[in-house]
T-cell receptor
Framework: NAGVTQTPKFRILKIGQSMTLQCTQD?????MYWYRQDPGMGLKLIYY???????DKGEVPNGYNVSRSTTEDFPLRLELAAPSQTSVYFC???????????FGSGTQLSVL | KNEVEQSPQNLTAQEGEFITINCSYS?????LHWLQQHPGGGIVSLFM???GKKKHGRLIATINIQEKHSSLHITASHPRDSAVYIC?????????????FGTGTLLAVQP
């Protein structure tokens, strides 16, 4: 059982570069989320999706974009990387708002 | 003041000890999650509860809605329990999809 698969695990970017963090889940979950985790801070929601074709901003969406063309995939796009985007990123999914969360293994991103 | 506060921030225990981690929150909630994060690892959901008590193996989670407080207990602690434990609440009203996370409790269990 794969669960939530997130790639890559590590990445170093130069300022101004772009990249896509991939997230796939095989549990047929409707809800998918992207969080970032900064030292000493709780996880912050970047974007979320309640189903294919539907996405919405979370608490810290600036500098990021998402799409949800299928139930399984929810990629996160960084267009112009900035040092402030250095963080650990987690993708998560749940069947509903009242269900357990399942997390990917995380992506450690450094922007230099 | 954070809407979700955990205590203690750091906890060191000897193997076999009974451990309690606390979570207090200041907003109305529909559910509370306890999560476990191992160093360099991913995040695993331990419990989701909206009332009462849940038990899974050596882990017990309780919640008191009136007091806006939850506890995570670990019985007969073991070094493999060493991890960061995170409390998160799903708030009611406002942004319906908002989970508010605590900053975590770093637990080290020494053999």
């Amino acid at each position: 059982n794969a669960g939530v698969t997130q790639t890559p695990k590590f990445r170093i970017l130069k300022i101004g570069q772009s990249m896509t963090l991939q997230c796939t889940q095989d549990m047929n979950h409707n809800y998918m989320y992207w969080y970032r985790q900064d030292p000493g801070m709780g996880l912050k929601l970047i974007y979320y999706s309640v189903g294919a074709g539907i996405t919405d901003k979370g608490e810290v969406p600036n500098g990021y974009n998402v799409s949800r063309s299928t139930t399984e995939d929810f990629p996160l796009r960084l267009e112009l990387a900035a040092p402030s985007q250095t963080s650990v990123y987690f993708c998560a999914s749940s069947y509903s708002l009242a269900s357990r969360l399942f997390f990917g293994s995380g992506t450690q991103l450094s922007v230099l | 003041k954070n809407e979700v506060e955990q205590s203690p921030q750091n906890l060191t225990a000897q193997e076999g000890e009974f451990i309690t981690i606390n979570c207090s929150y200041s907003v109305g909630i529909s559910a509370l999650h306890w999560l476990q994060q191992h160093p360099g690892g991913g995040i695993v959901s331990l419990f989701m509860l909206s009332s009462g008590k849940k038990k899974h193996g050596r882990l017990i989670a309780t919640i008191n809605i009136q007091e806006k407080h939850s506890s995570l207990h670990i019985t007969a602690s073991h070094p493999r329990d060493s991890a960061v434990y995170i409390c998160a609440v799903r708030s009611v009203g406002g942004a319906t999809n908002k989970l508010i996370f605590g900053t975590g409790t770093l637990l080290a269990v020494q053999p």
